[in-house]
C-alpha cells in the first residue's frame, strides 16, 4: 500500500468552487510537502508545512497540517482554470529524500 | 537564475540500450535528488548524490547509476533498457544542511526545487 494516499484522485469543478484535496500518512510526517505539475512537466513548488496545526497560504491556495502531523489537505478557493493540474503531495520522512503520493489530477471548467 | 535544467527534453531509445541524462542544479544547491515518474503515478526517489558521492539510493536495480560533478551537476545513466524504464525523470536539487545521526538529510526549511524532466520512451 501507498505510504501517503492522496484523495480524491480525480476531480472536476466548475469555475469559481471551491475544492479541497487530501494527503493522509500512515506515519509521523516531518515535513510535508505539496507540489503542482502540469502534464508531462516538472514540479512547482507551493508550500511546506513542517509543524503540526501549520496553516499556510498562498494567493487562494491555503494548506493545512493536521496536529497528529499524519495528514494535510489543500484547499483551493474560487478556482479557476490557471489551478488545473496534478497535485502532489510530498513527505519528508527525517531521511534525505521525499515520498510522493500518486496525486490529484483537478480539471477546472468554465 | 536558471532554476533547475535537465537535458534532453525528450529521448527515445531502444530495449537494451544505454541513455545518459544530464541535471544543472539551481544556483546555490549542493545536492541533486534524481526521481522516476510513470504515468500516472507519483515520483519515486532513485537516489540522491552530494559531494560527488551517491548518499541514498530507493528501490532501484544497479542498472540505474549515477555521478555528480564538482559544479555539482549531475547525471543518470541507465544501461540495458527495458520497456518498463519508459518514464518522466526528475531532477530535483536542494540544499543539504542538516546531518542527523551521520546521515544527510533534507534541510527541514528548504524545498526541493524541480527541473522540467526528460521523457524517456523506450521502443
Known amino acids: 500500500s501507498q505510504e501517503l494516499e492522496q484523495s480524491p484522485q480525480s476531480l472536476i469543478v466548475q469555475e469559481g468552487k471551491n475544492l479541497t484535496i487530501n494527503c493522509t500518512s500512515s506515519k509521523t510526517l516531518y515535513g510535508l510537502y505539496w507540489y503542482k505539475q502540469k502534464y508531462g512537466e516538472g514540479l512547482i513548488f507551493l508550500m511546506m508545512?513542517?509543524?503540526?496545526?501549520e496553516e499556510k497560504s498562498h494567493e487562494k491556495i491555503t494548506a493545512k497540517l493536521d496536529e497528529k502531523k499524519q495528514q494535510s489537505s489543500l484547499h483551493i478557493t474560487a478556482s479557476q482554470p490557471s489551478h488545473a493540474g496534478i497535485y502532489l503531495c510530498?513527505?519528508?520522512?527525517?531521511?534525505?529524500?521525499?515520498?510522493f503520493g500518486t496525486g490529484t489530477r483537478l480539471q477546472v471548467f468554465p | 537564475d536558471a532554476g533547475v535544467t535537465q537535458s534532453p527534453t525528450h529521448l527515445i531509445k531502444t530495449r537494451g540500450q544505454q541513455v545518459t541524462l544530464r541535471c544543472s542544479p539551481k544556483?546555490?544547491?549542493?545536492?541533486v535528488s534524481w526521481y522516476q515518474q510513470a504515468l500516472g503515478q507519483g515520483p519515486q526517489f532513485i537516489f540522491q548524490?552530494?559531494?560527488?558521492?551517491?548518499?541514498q539510493r530507493g528501490n532501484f536495480p544497479d542498472r540505474f547509476s549515477g555521478h555528480q560533478f564538482p559544479n555539482y551537476s549531475s547525471e543518470l545513466n541507465v544501461n540495458a533498457l527495458l520497456l518498463g524504464d519508459s518514464a518522466l525523470y526528475l531532477c530535483?536539487?536542494?540544499?543539504?544542511?542538516?546531518?542527523?545521526?551521520?546521515?544527510?538529510?533534507?534541510?527541514?526549511?528548504?524545498?526541493?526545487?524541480f527541473g522540467q524532466g526528460t521523457r524517456l520512451t523506450v521502443v
Open positions: 530535483a536539487s536542494s540544499l543539504a544542511n542538516i546531518w542527523r545521526d551521520s546521515t544527510l538529510s533534507l534541510a527541514s526549511n528548504t524545498e526541493a526545487f
Open positions: 548524490y552530494y559531494e560527488e558521492e551517491e548518499r
Open positions: 544556483s546555490g544547491h549542493d545536492t
Open positions: 510530498g513527505a519528508d520522512r527525517d531521511t534525505d529524500k521525499l515520498i
Open positions: 508545512l513542517q509543524k503540526g496545526g
